[in-house]
């Protein structure tokens, strides 16, 4: 067999350790991490009792990996939904450099896009300073209209000034979430659902933090965060918490979302 080894075995074998690894980040953090490592013991119970000729341990779980198919689809169908939107989002952004390339407005939306950066982490730092709970939502390639409408519309160009007013404490809005979609303040005083798919937090984090990792695990959407309790700026992508950035970690990671 492996005198037959070839280019096109290579590259077989090189996309399946790379699909694997894909999922492998997808699962990471979360209750079906969990889930597939007994799976994967599974399998390789499976592996023995086959080697080894055992007929009964070999016939039911080989009648179980009948339906392995949509074992699967049921147990992971969060992390199928996520690793498709990934691909989806990829292929939505080769289109929008394509526009960025050769129409001329392409200009004024990078300069938007940069913008709303400086706006965003200018009004971060000082309610940073000020120690005043914050919870931004970037949507990627999906509006977030489900979540818009569970607050109050804005429509709004970004400016730290409109995002420092929205958060204070004397605002009624300042509890919920604002979301900015296509560089715009579309919604303010949102509700974010909490996953209980999310088992890789802290037992200290507090509600902004959970509901921001639940969003991100969900979609493809990013959140930023500012601790009410000590000031600190947190970033939420994929489902993953990254704490304590400063000015530089967070434009980079607002340059990654808008790539």
Not at 10 to 22: C, E, Q, W
Not at 131 to 148: A, N, P, R
Request: neutral net charge; hydrophobic residues 50%.
């Amino acid at each position: 067999m492996l005198d037959n080894f070839g280019l096109i075995n290579l590259l077989d074998l090189a996309t399946l350790g790379l699909l694997l690894y894909l999922i492998f980040l997808l699962v990471k953090g979360s209750t079906a991490f969990t889930v597939s490592v007994g799976l994967y013991i599974l399998i390789a119970v499976y592996g023995v009792a086959r080697y080894f000729e055992m007929p009964i341990l070999s016939a039911f779980l080989g009648a179980f990996w009948q339906y392995g198919v949509i074992i699967v689809i049921i147990i992971f169908q969060q992390e199928i939904r996520r690793f498709l939107m990934l691909l989806g989002k990829n292929v939505l952004r080769g289109n929008k450099f394509a526009v960025d390339r050769f129409f001329p407005f392409a200009m004024n939306h990078r300069e938007k896009e940069h913008h709303m950066m400086e706006a965003v982490i200018e009004a971060c730092e000082k309610m940073s300073i000020e120690k005043m709970g914050v919870l931004l939502v970037f949507t990627g390639t999906t509006d977030l209209k489900f979540i818009s409408q569970s607050g109050t519309n804005i429509d709004a160009v970004v400016s730290s000034k409109l995002i420092e007013t929205i958060f204070s404490k004397q605002s009624p809005l300042h509890d919920g979430a604002l979301i900015i979609n296509k560089n715009r303040v579309k919604a303010a005083g949102c509700i974010l659902p909490i996953s209980t798919e999310i088992t890789n937090l802290p037992e200290n984090v507090g509600t902004r933090h959970r509901a921001a990792v639940s969003i991100t695990y969900q979609t493809d959407a990013i959140a930023i965060i500012v601790s009410e309790e000590n000031g600190s700026i947190s970033i939420a992508r994929q489902g993953l918490l990254f704490y304590n950035l400063n000015k530089q970690e967070l434009l980079k990671e607002l340059l990654e979302q808008n790539q």
